[in-house]
């Protein structure tokens, strides 16, 4: 059984907008900071956003502004609200602590946002 489940992504025009959700199998208010990560093809694994569970959220530069991360620990499921996409943020998502990894990675959900 996957430690983690993330949905919602999809292809987009640049512009538009979509919102991933990231189901874990686990009581996440026990991680301080749960964040989501991007992966374009041929690139590394990078941090884009987290929240920690006294509400702090940071964000990389590329995306703030845009981006907004939210947790609802009593589902165990944290999500990424992604408006005014451009076409660099076509990557796969996933979602799992942060800035340490603690749980396996899911499959993650596929991002794709045209020109």
């Known amino acids: 059984q996957p430690q983690i489940l993330e949905s919602g992504g999809g292809s987009v025009q640049a512009g538009g907008s979509l919102t991933l959700s990231c189901t874990i199998a686990?009581?996440?208010?026990?991680?301080?900071?749960m964040g989501w990560y991007r992966q374009a093809p041929g690139k590394q694994r990078d941090l884009v956003a987290d929240?920690?569970?006294?509400?702090?959220?940071d964000y990389d530069e590329a995306v703030k502004g845009r981006f907004t991360i939210s947790r609802d620990d009593a589902k165990n499921t944290v999500y990424l609200q992604m408006n005014s996409l451009k076409p660099e943020d076509t990557a796969v998502y996933y979602c799992?602590?942060?800035?340490?990894?603690?749980?396996?990675w899911g499959q993650g959900t596929q991002v794709t946002v045209s020109s």
């Open positions: 799992n602590t942060s800035p340490n990894i603690y749980l396996r």
């Open positions: 686990r009581n996440i208010n026990r991680f301080k900071r």
């Open positions: 929240f920690a569970n006294d509400g702090s959220q």
